[in-house]
């Protein structure tokens, strides 16, 4: 039996949302959209510095997309750009091989049968790359 898309745990992160809203007055906000399937994604980030201090998103997407958005929005504090990209490439290459040699943060695996799905690949990534969008604008976009 083969692992489902849509397994129990990443429908239920899905819907636990973590951080789930748009944030007042963010640092940075970035929007994200793939016409493909229509999903649409913002992260709003509050920094210290050049490290997240809050993050907040707001989806319009499949669930994939909302368990991503989740995600991100249970290991994000803390992060800054070095650690977002390093994240966004691991599930690029969890999405395009199959394979994790290392995670960033947990339960990255929990995306893995996403791999088989190629037109669903997109929808696990999206968040990922609004966050690191968002972290990789300057400072000075923002004075």
């Known amino acids: 039996m083969t692992e489902s898309v849509y397994q129990d745990a990443l429908v239920k992160l899905a ?7 748009r944030l007042e007055q963010p640092d940075r906000s970035q929007r994200v959209d793939n016409p493909l399937c229509g999903d649409e994604v913002t992260i709003d980030l509050k920094l210290e510095g050049a490290v997240v201090a809050q993050v907040g998103h707001k989806v319009r997407g499949c669930v994939l997309c909302e368990a991503s958005a989740s995600w991100i929005g ?70």
């Open 15 to 21: 819907r636990v949302a973590h951080a789930n809203g």
């Open 74 to 143: 249970q290991h994000a504090v803390g992060c800054d750009e070095q650690l977002a990209n390093a994240v966004l490439e691991q599930m690029r290459r969890l999405m395009e091989e199959g394979e994790l040699d290392s995670a960033s943060w947990p339960d990255t695996d929990l995306f893995a049968p996403v791999h088989r799905v190629k037109s669903r690949r997109r929808c696990v990534l999206l968040p990922l790359e609004a966050l690191h969008q968002a972290l990789a604008q300057s400072s000075a976009e923002h004075s």
